[in-house]
């Protein structure tokens, strides 16, 4: 059974930094596609970046180009998001997906196991 817990999140000041982290239970990680996305209240979730199973792939929405990084540590089972230059339309829950293929993925309903999210909250 699979289990992603992230953290990370918090309360940062517009240009601010944040760095997320999702951590996986299971054998199935090194496996599998990873990504991040986010919900803001009263919209639907949003693609945010995805990585392949070895981290040699990586994708981005157009907004968090060359501000997000993601990255993946399969011998630790966690994927983290370095985010930079935040803005106040970054405030969000952000989530962690785990998909059982190992290509990654930008629509939300190609992945299977979810976290329960982490809340980031950018200030003006």
């Known amino acids: 059974q699979v289990q992603l817990v992230e953290s990370g999140g918090g309360l940062v000041q517009a240009g601010g930094s944040l760095r997320l982290s999702c951590a996986a239970s299971?054998?199935?990680?090194?496996?599998?596609?990873m990504g991040w996305f986010r919900q803001a209240p009263g919209k639907e979730r949003e693609f945010v970046s995805a990585?392949?199973?070895?981290?040699?792939?990586?994708y981005y929405a157009d907004s968090m180009k060359g501000r997000f990084t993601i990255s993946r540590d399969n011998a630790k089972n966690t994927v983290h998001l370095q985010m930079n230059s935040l803005k106040p339309e970054d405030t969000a829950v952000y989530y962690c997906?785990?998909?059982?293929?190992?290509?990654?993925?930008?629509?939300?309903?190609?992945?299977?196991?979810w976290g329960q999210g982490t809340q980031v909250t950018v200030s003006s």
């Open positions: 997906g785990q998909r059982s293929r190992g290509t990654l993925s930008p629509a939300p309903r190609d992945y299977d196991y």
């Open positions: 299971g054998r199935t990680f090194s496996n599998s596609a």
């Open positions: 990585i392949n199973w070895s981290g040699g792939s990586t």
